[in-house]
């Protein structure tokens, strides 16, 4: 979160490890859509 507009000294933001969050939290993200697509074939083919 950032700080208010009003603080005297901002925060340092290192925007490469945010970066490299959303690469995770997206390859995560991929990972759950295609254990999801997975497992409904998996119940169709009985």
């Known amino acids: 979160m ?3 507009s ?4 901002p925060w ?3 925007f490469y490890h945010y970066e490299e ?3 995770v ?3 995560f993200n991929k ?4 254990r999801g697509i997975a497992t409904r074939y ?3 083919n009985h």
């Open 31 to 34: 990972l759950k859509q295609f």
């Open 42 to 44: 998996d119940k169709h």
């Open 2 to 4: 950032p700080p208010k």
């Open 25 to 27: 939290e997206c390859f």
């Open 6 to 9: 009003n603080t005297a000294t």
């Open 12 to 14: 340092e933001c290192d």
């Open 21 to 23: 969050r959303h690469v």
